[in-house]
């Protein structure tokens, strides 16, 4: 890993060199980046975030070579969440919706 680049990358993500070092180390060899650093997270997270509305962030290294940090989709829906057991029964939720019909006027409820 090259020192210089890690310099130049922290300067153009405006984090400093140490974590701009262990970041480009985690992408080169594909593991996982794990830091108890309060303030390297919330600079990770300020790169990551640029990433995720900009849709990615090009690295280019002083050898000419290329990185790219992208946000990749879960493909999941936001609605997509466990259910939770309420304990209310199918029919009791009909007969809610049945009573409340019948208090309303007919053509709908009013403002």
Do not use: F, N, W
């Amino acid at each position: 890993m090259d020192l210089a680049e890690a310099v130049k990358l922290g300067h153009e993500h405006g984090i400093d060199a140490y974590d701009a070092y262990i970041l480009e180390c985690a992408r080169r060899y594909g593991t996982p980046l794990l830091s108890l650093d309060t303030e390297a997270r919330q600079r990770l997270a300020r790169v990551l975030d640029e990433a995720r509305t900009g849709g990615k962030i090009r690295i280019k290294r002083r050898d000419g070579s290329e990185s790219t940090v992208r946000p990749v989709s879960s493909g999941k829906s936001p609605l997509d969440v466990p259910g939770v057991d309420t304990g209310i029964k199918r029919a009791d939720i009909l007969a809610a919706i049945h009573e409340s019909r019948a208090r309303e006027p007919a053509g709908g409820p009013t403002k």
